[in-house]
């Protein structure tokens, strides 16, 4: 099994900064993708940005130039900078590792328990 462990998530104020990290742990063999989306109340949850294991990265519109997606590869672990914030990104925040096996296998999707982003003055 594969666990997600969220951290970084909470209240800040428009224009603000968050953090948001995730750590991956388990039977692990290798991460592809590894990934944020997000969902805000009544909406579908929605791509936020992606990095594979070679560092592509992939940004929603909505993001680009806001936020930074990056990860350590040693430590299975992605991280969400994230820059002047605004109310629309008020959401839960959720983790998403694609795990490959020895031979390049999709063993499994796993998301984390998500993290709440509250963006209001």
């Known amino acids: 099994q594969v666990q997600l462990v969220e951290s970084g998530g909470g209240l800040v104020q428009p224009g603000g900064s968050l953090r948001l990290s995730c750590a991956a742990s388990?039977?692990?063999?290798?991460?592809?993708?590894m990934g944020w989306y997000r969902q805000a109340p009544e909406n579908k949850r929605e791509l936020v940005a992606a990095?594979?294991?070679?560092?592509?990265?992939n940004y929603a519109d909505s993001v680009k130039g806001r936020f930074t997606i990056s990860r350590d590869n040693a430590k299975n672990t992605v991280y969400l900078q994230m820059y002047s914030l605004n109310l629309e990104d008020t959401a839960v925040y959720f983790c998403?590792?694609?795990?490959?096996?020895?031979?390049?296998?999709?063993?499994?999707?796993?998301w984390g328990q998500g993290t709440q982003v509250n963006v209001s003055s």
């Open positions: 388990g039977n692990i063999f290798r991460i592809a993708t």
């Open positions: 990095i594979t294991s070679g560092g592509r990265t």
């Open positions: 998403n590792a694609q795990v490959q096996g020895r031979f390049y296998e999709t063993l499994g999707n796993y």
